[in-house]
């Protein structure tokens, strides 16, 4: 059994940072890969950006790129997302996922088995 458990919301400014961290159990950390989503009211869950192993190749979202950093402390068994330049349009609620069988495309998030309860980000404008 997986049990993954997010942390490190809240509400920031334009232009603020933070860092969620996700607290995982089990047999996660011989995931194939963890993924963070998000799902803003009214719309649909997001992908938001996954690392693969022990971080040997990470994905992001393009409206992402360049201001996220996805990252993982196998020893600690905890998965991060530093979050810089945030925007009023990331708000959402940001999900921690894991996929322990590499079946599929990491960006999708069906291939996750199993997913945190999740932690509300605020961006204030």
């Known amino acids: 059994q997986v049990q993954l458990v997010e942390s490190g919301g809240g509400l920031v400014q334009t232009g603020g940072s933070l860092r969620l961290s996700c607290a995982a159990s089990g047999r996660t950390f011989s995931a194939y890969a963890m993924g963070w989503f998000r799902q803003a009211p009214g719309k649909d869950r997001e992908f938001v950006a996954c690392?693969?192993?022990?971080?040997?190749?990470?994905y992001y979202e393009n409206s992402v790129k360049g201001r996220f950093t996805i990252s993982k402390d196998v020893a600690k068994n905890m998965v991060y997302l530093q979050m810089n330049s945030l925007k009023p349009e990331d708000t959402a609620t940001y999900y921690c996922a894991a996929d322990t069988e590499g079946v599929g495309s990491v960006l999708l998030q069906n291939v996750y088995e199993y997913w945190g309860q999740g932690t509300q980000v605020t961006v204030s404008s």
């Open positions: 690392i693969i192993g022990n971080g040997v190749q990470t």
